[in-house]
């Protein structure tokens, strides 16, 4: 059987820039912060970089890269294990097991959904529900523009969120949420 070409290095970029929102999603599933999540990123970057030559052309890059960063996660859980927060090993592994068996098409089909839907949304209505994203204190900062207290903007969000999944579910023509 003939030695396996590698993937030049001027590829590498290409790739990771291609498959970056997979892999972030992906690691969203593993972790509990997008803080997390760019700190798994940026460490899952380098060590695709280093170990660039264990890809080959033959290989598919979106499995690789997801395992590397399946592993990165959990040395970052392992690191943060002392916060009683965060999920076990083997919750982390049944996650991103799952995630894994999900098709990229399927995700893009989601996503595509998810950014129509928020469209459709009123711009107040859609700035709560990507308040809990946009950094520690946003609803809390929100409820003090509006005057509302934050537990009644955390009932609207709830509320929004369960018609923004319905919204996406009838995109997408099968429900995504069980």
């Not at 943060?80 to 965060?86: I, L, Y």
């Not at 098709?103 to 700035?127: S, T």
């Not at 990507?130 to 509006?146: K, S």
Request: charged share 30%; hydrophobic share 45%; net charge negative.
């Amino acid at each position: 059987m003939p030695e396996p070409t590698p993937i030049p290095e001027s590829d590498f970029l290409r790739l990771f820039v291609k498959h970056e929102q997979a892999l972030r999603a992906f690691a969203r599933v593993m972790l509990p912060t997008w803080e997390s999540v760019d700190e798994v990123m940026q460490e899952s970057s380098v060590v695709m970089w280093k170990k660039l030559s264990q890809l080959d052309a033959t290989d598919n890059f979106l499995p690789w890269a997801k395992m590397i960063v399946r592993f990165e996660a959990l040395r970052l859980r392992r690191d943060h294990a002392r916060d009683r927060h965060v999920f076990g090993d083997a919750v982390i592994e049944l996650l991103a097991n799952e995630a894994a068996e999900v098709d990229e098409d399927v995700w893009e089909q989601e996503r595509d959904a998810l950014r129509g839907c928020l469209a459709q949304m009123a711009a107040h209505h859609r700035e709560l529900v990507l308040a809990p994203y946009a950094g520690e204190g946003r609803v809390t900062r929100l409820a003090e523009e509006t005057g509302r207290t934050i537990n009644s903007l955390y009932k609207l969000l709830g509320r929004l969120r369960e018609k923004l999944a319905q919204c996406v579910q009838n995109k997408i023509g099968n429900p995504i949420l069980s």
